[in-house]
């Protein structure tokens, strides 16, 4: 059981690139999560998903795009990185079971470190 | 989702109990109240969540006034390892109906320092 796992921990890209962050969670869990956090601040929701196919828009989702395929992956898109993304990104999971009060709990991922210069 | 308030830092001796307030005065009867914690720059670690009844596990307490407008934190004998930001938040039970128990929003939390 690795938990929620994220790819790349460190990256760096230009402005204008693109790229993809890839989240994987091996617990059965129908919730995902992508958030920010810049220097001094708290976690941003970006986007999430409560189950495979089904995703919407969480506080900060301009320029970035997501998909869910599968139950255990959750891949964070930026097709144009600018500057203002640099950040460090982390995944969530969770269950979304009505009946499991336990299944409320969110796993969040070690964070990627994105430089974009 | 309700808004939580928090002291911006806080200091405790190691040793001694560590309580961390959280104020969140627009709380809905349907949000439960969350403690999470980040260490350094790592991923957020769960502590613990409760609606209405006080909470305890291995790690804390919590303590949740009876008109649920405030809640308390209580790290029972707090080493240098528990230094770190706590952050409060307020999420829609799934009970709720809907997605919008996906949305967690992290405040700025309390930077609390252990020291010797």
């Known amino acids: 059981n690795a938990g929620v796992t994220q790819t790349p921990k460190f990256q760096v890209l230009k402005t204008g690139q693109s790229m993809t962050l890839q989240c994987a969670q091996d617990?059965?869990?129908?919730?995902m999560s992508w958030y920010r956090q810049d220097p001094g601040m708290g976690l941003r929701l970006i986007h999430y998903s409560v189950g495979a196919g089904i995703t919407d828009q969480g506080e900060v989702p301009n320029g970035y795009n997501v998909s869910r395929s599968t139950t255990e992956d959750f891949p964070l898109r930026l097709l144009s990185a600018a500057p203002s993304q640099t950040s460090v990104y982390f995944c969530a999971s969770s269950y979304s079971s009505r009946a499991a009060r336990a299944g409320n709990t969110i796993y969040f991922g070690e964070g990627s470190w994105l430089t974009v210069v | 989702d309700a808004k939580t308030t928090q002291p911006t830092s806080m200091d405790c001796a190691e040793g001694r109990a560590a309580n961390l307030p959280c104020n969140h005065s627009?709380?809905?009867?349907?949000?439960?109240v969350y403690w999470y914690r980040q260490i350094h720059s790592q991923g957020p670690q769960y502590i613990i969540h409760?609606?209405?009844n006080n909470e305890t596990n291995e790690m804390a307490s919590l303590i949740i006034t009876e008109d649920r407008k405030s809640s308390t934190l209580i790290l029972p004998h707090a080493t240098l390892r528990d230094t770190a930001v706590y952050y409060c938040i307020v999420r829609v039970s799934p009970n709720a109906g809907g997605t919008s128990y996906g949305k967690l929003t992290f405040g700025q939390g309390t930077i609390l320092t252990v020291h010797p």
């Open positions: 617990m059965n869990h129908e919730y």
């Open positions: 627009t709380i809905s009867g349907n949000e439960y």
């Open positions: 409760g609606l209405k």
